[in-house]
């Protein structure tokens, strides 16, 4: 099993900044890819970013360029820079992980992240 833990969500004005932070625990040695799903009232939670244990990154086309996934294999942690963010952007963050050839199986308990206009 893999446990995660985000932090570092918030309220913050639009055009703003946040960093997300997720720390795994257990067994990290099996997991690949790791990312960030967000979710609002009423809506399914989405995609936001994902990268592997290479390095190699995928993103929601709604946060290219004003999203940063990164990861630190050592520490087994991932984090999500948020710039210029937009009243869009609110809602419930939730770190993921992964094994290799499987879907996100393992989730954090979220964190909130409010964008105020």
């Known amino acids: 099993q893999v446990q995660l833990v985000e932090s570092g969500g918030g309220l913050v004005q639009a055009g703003g900044s946040l960093r997300l932070s997720c720390a795994a625990t257990?067994?990290?040695?099996?997991?690949?890819?790791m990312g960030w799903f967000r979710q609002v009232p009423g809506k399914e939670r989405e995609f936001v970013a994902a990268?592997?244990?290479?390095?190699?990154?995928d993103y929601a086309d709604s946060v290219k360029g004003r999203f940063t996934i990164s990861r630190d294999n050592a520490k087994n942690t991932v984090s999500l820079q948020m710039n210029s963010l937009k009243p869009e952007d609110t809602g419930v963050y939730y770190c993921?992980?992964?094994?290799?050839?499987?879907?996100?199986?393992?989730w954090g308990q979220g964190t909130q992240v409010t964008v105020s206009s």
């Open positions: 990268i592997s244990w290479s390095g190699s990154t």
């Open positions: 993921a992980a992964s094994i290799p050839g499987a879907q996100f199986q393992y």
């Open positions: 257990g067994r990290t040695s099996s997991v690949y890819r």
